[in-house]
């Protein structure tokens, strides 16, 4: 499974620079950015660190039960685009 694009989208989200994200996960900025563009398969330890440094975890829950994220993120900015339209 490819989780490098969220996992990426998750520490740019949470205004983290891979150097940043890499001392908080105890791993190499190298890891980091061969993680992101999916070179390196994490760990699934990696991925839930990941996501509670990032403050993500219900994003990283989500990837991690197969829900498409992309998908689940279109479509809750479409709900909130419409109920603030609503108002």
């Known amino acids: ?6 996992l990426k989208r ?6 983290l ?3 940043e994200l890499a001392e908080k996960l105890c791993m190499g900025r190298t890891a980091i950015s061969r993680i992101e563009n999916d070179r ?5 330890s990696d991925v839930i660190r990941w996501g509670q ?3 993500a975890t219900e ?4 990837m991690l ?3 498409d994220v992309a998908t689940l993120l279109q479509n809750i900015g479409m709900l909130i ?7």
């Open 59 to 62: 994003l990283i829950a989500a």
């Open 17 to 19: 620079s891979q150097e």
């Open 81 to 87: 685009g419409g109920f603030i339209l609503w108002f």
């Open 10 to 15: 998750a520490r740019m989200i949470a205004g």
């Open 40 to 44: 390196l398969e994490p760990r699934i």
């Open 1 to 6: 499974m490819n989780f490098g694009t969220v």
């Open 53 to 55: 440094a990032t403050q």
């Open 65 to 67: 039960c197969g829900i």
